[in-house]
């Protein structure tokens, strides 16, 4: 839903001599009805950085209705796992390097499986700003069980490391996020 980063994407598009339509929707109100083969998410593309889990549940609607009967939804999400055994707030820190957002103030809530957090990061202008975060994890149950009320046949649930995503990886407890490839 940001301008500016859509702004972004069009300067970069055309430097790299790209058509791309670029379009803004709210994900939780997308207009789309049967129209796609795919839809990709990738780094909490939204999903699950909505205030409440209604919220996440409607961005995850409204993409399978995108979707044709035998689409694909690919996903990451935050793997719920891993902060059972491991704290967030190191991982963040353990991350933060040249380029990468700061994570301060992190506090997660084991009743809610949310991270409230501030993050500081610099925008492609060189401006700093700071964000408060809401960010929900999830185990891979309760995506299997959102995904088959969706109307979803198929599930498979892998590990993915930041930025490294592939089928081979299977899920533990040190995968920061995990990968979801659904079909319909």
């Known amino acids: ?46 999903f699950p950085l909505m205030e409440t889990d209604e919220m996440n549940f409607e961005i995850l609607k409204n993409v399978t209705r995108a ?7 690919i996903f990451t999400t935050l793997n719920g796992l891993f902060p059972l055994y491991h704290s967030v707030e190191k991982f963040y820190e353990s991350d933060s ?43 891979p149950s309760e995506i299997s069980w959102i995904l088959k009320t969706l109307g979803y046949k198929k599930i498979d649930i892998f590990g993915a490391k930041l930025g490294a995503y ?6 533990t407890t040190e995968d920061f996020e995990m990968l979801v490839i659904a079909e319909k």
């Open 97 to 139: 390097g040249e380029g990468h957002a700061i994570y301060k103030s992190n506090t997660f809530d084991l009743m809610t499986f949310r991270d409230y957090n501030t993050t500081v990061f610099e925008d492609d202008s060189g401006n700093k700003k700071e964000l408060e975060s809401n960010e929900r994890y999830y185990v």
């Open 1 to 46: 839903m940001s301008e500016s980063q859509l702004t972004r994407a069009k300067e970069k598009a055309k430097q790299l001599k790209l058509k791309i339509d670029f379009q803004q929707y709210d994900a939780r109100k997308l207009p789309f009805d049967g129209e796609f083969d795919a839809a990709i998410m990738l780094c909490e593309g939204a």
């Open 67 to 73: 979707l044709k009967n035998s689409g694909k939804l």
């Open 166 to 171: 592939s089928r081979e990886d299977q899920l």
